[in-house]
């Protein structure tokens, strides 16, 4: 059988049987595919720790539609900085379930995986003791929407944060009033809504056109408007509430 060598992140793993795994994977050729990982309880030797949530791994499988086999596996990193902080691994871990939940099986989107890349390779270095030996919650916030906000324009769910969803009139200083869906709508359209700020909306225009994290400075307030919108937006894609979003919740506060 024809073996492809791949590079992946593990987004997520669950037992089968006695003794094995199926691996759900985001590989850079295919995109989002499942895995079928033998013997992976029984025998750590033949994996490791690569199939570890948020692992970086090269692969060989044997491609088929629905169910590949899994053959090998080998880290490149499991981000260790990411590892020993409880509020990084349920941000690493929303950022895998994001991408399970809203990406299409067996399609390749080489820019998501590359935002993924970043985006733990700068949850990993901030937690390295450099910056933040205490790891910062409005930095991790911070980054999180700049993730969620380049996610969303890939795969072209984004907002329109320039204009009204309903008449395209731009916004003005007086900002947009967000929608139940994650619509932006300008005053004359809505009556009701949560306040987005032009600032918000400036700042996470700009998360879209940098893309190295930590260049854009949110100051609190519209941080938590990006947010609102964001979380609103990421909802109406998926019809269940995302599994990991209660962890982060609790564990970062
Ligand atoms: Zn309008």
């Known amino acids: 059988m024809h073996l492809e060598k791949l590079q992946a992140f593990v987004l997520s793993n669950s037992d089968y049987g006695e003794s094995d795994r199926i691996v759900s994977l985001f590989t850079l050729e295919h995109g989002r595919l499942k895995g079928f990982a033998r013997g992976a309880r029984n025998s750590r030797k033949r994996f490791g720790p690569a199939l570890e949530p948020f692992a970086r791994i090269n692969l060989q499988l044997a491609h088929k539609e629905g169910l590949s086999s899994l053959r090998s596996a080998d880290v490149i990193t499991l981000y260790p900085g990411i590892r020993g902080e409880l509020c990084a691994i349920a941000h690493g871990l929303y ?15 080489p820019r998501l995986y590359r935002l993924l890349a970043s985006y733990l390779e700068r949850l990993d270095s901030s937690l390295k003791g450099g910056d933040h030996p205490v790891p910062h919650h409005s930095g991790l916030n911070a980054d999180r929407r700049m993730f969620e906000i380049n996610l969303l324009n890939i795969l072209g769910y984004r907002p329109s944060l320039h204009d009204c969803s309903r008449c395209g009139s731009g916004f003005d200083a007086r900002g947009a009033l967000i929608q139940p869906g994650g619509e932006l709508a300008c005053r004359f359209c809505a009556a009701t809504g949560r306040l987005m700020s032009l600032d918000s909306l400036q700042k ?15 100051d609190l307030d519209s941080l ?30």
């Not at 996470?204 to 949110?218: I, K, M, N, P």
């Open 204 to 218: 996470l225009d700009s998360c879209l056109t940098t893309s190295r994290f930590g260049q854009v400075a949110f």
């Open 224 to 253: 938590q408007m990006a947010g609102i919108l964001l979380d609103e937006s990421l909802a109406t894609h998926t019809s269940r509430k995302f599994r990991s979003l209660e962890f982060l919740q609790q564990t970062c506060g």
């Open 95 to 109: 950022a895998c379930e994001l991408i399970e939940s809203l990406t299409p099986e067996g399609h390749p989107i």
